[in-house]
Structures are given as C-alpha cells and as structure tokens.
C-alpha cells in the first residue's frame, strides 16, 4: 500500500494572499508544520485539517484526499 | 508592528526557543567529550568526579526537557501551542524511538561483548546512556534542520 495524502493547501492559500507564516499564526501552529503539510512530508491529524479548512474557508474533503 | 508586553520583552518567545533547539543537538558530542574527559580522567580526583556527575546530570535533564518539549510556562498560550503542535510532538515521538532502539541495540551488543572483553560498570552507563542521547539528539536535529523557504 503506497497511499500519500494529496491537497490543496498552497493553491488555495496564494489565493487567499496567505503566507505560510500566517496561515501558521491562524491555526497556532509553526511555519515548518505548514510547511511540510504543504509538501506531502507531514500528514496532519483530523483537527489540524479541520482547522487548516476553516481557516481557508474550504472543506476538509476538498483541501485533502487520497492519492494512490 | 508587533510588540510584545514589557513583562516578556527580554524572555525567549516561540521562533527564538525553536532556532536554539536546532542549534543544541549539534552542541551535544562536545558536551558528552567534554564531560567523559572529566568523569573518567585517569588522575582525576573525587571533586572532579562529582563534578561530572553533576555536569551530566545538568546536561541530561535539560535535554529531557528539550526533548519532551515540557511548556514554558512564560510564554504566551500561542508560543506555547506553537511549540508543542503536532508536527514537533510527532518529532520528538520519532527521534526517541531512535533513541530506544540505539539502547536496546548497544545493550544487546553490550551483553555480547562481556563474554569477550571486561566490561567497566561506569562506562558501560554512560556509552548506554550517551549513545542514545547522541542517536535521539542527531535524529532530533536532522527532523528539525533549517527552516525552509516559504515555498521551499
């Protein structure tokens, strides 16, 4: 099984005009954890996606999914 | 601008405790030289015996403390939230599964060298405990190397 977790983050973020740095600061979290979320290297638990969603304003379904 | 309240001017914030812990793990085979060269110095007395003991002692706590990233009760509720996010939980989580694995290992290697060769009592303690410390530590500091560029 070689699933890795997909998303949007950086799309939606440049859309929204958010650094990582504050996107960080939004959801209490350090930089190097968007960072990496962003990068595919960190895979995030429930809360820190429901967090990451509400504070860009999407679904969590359409920030991440599975890729194969 | 962002100013930060007169009471924690002076005091470390988030960003500040983050950089010092990237640069300690790299400070940690000096530290350990530094202390074997007083604890088993050949013609060392028992103050520099105690000595060690007690610089080692120092040394390890404070890189429990780092390692298990215990709050900095100073710091505001986010640096706190900022330094024990998940990501540098699952960090520290990872580097002492290194560290336990190094200490099972070098035990076992250990176990098998006493068969063969006569084994001190307190340097088997501190090769034990050190090798661990050094394999967390390297793990801990490759985990949190430099931070990257904003789209890095």
Redesign the interface.
Known sequence: MNERLGNRLKDRRTELDLTQGQLAELCLVSRKTINTVENGIFVPSTLLALKLAAALGVTVEWLFWIED | MNYRPRPNFDRPD?ETV?RTRRMLGWLLPLLLLQQSTIIFGRDSGLFDHVLGIAAWGAVTLSLLWWLLGLPFRWLSK?DQ???N????R?VSGDASRWGIVTLALVGFGMLIAQFWVRLDVGLTIYALVNSSLIVTFARLSWL?RA??D???
Not at chain 2, 85 to 88: I, L, V
């Open positions: 988030a983050q986010r939230a900022i330094l996010d998940e990501r540098s699952f949190n931070e990257p904003e789209d890095e």
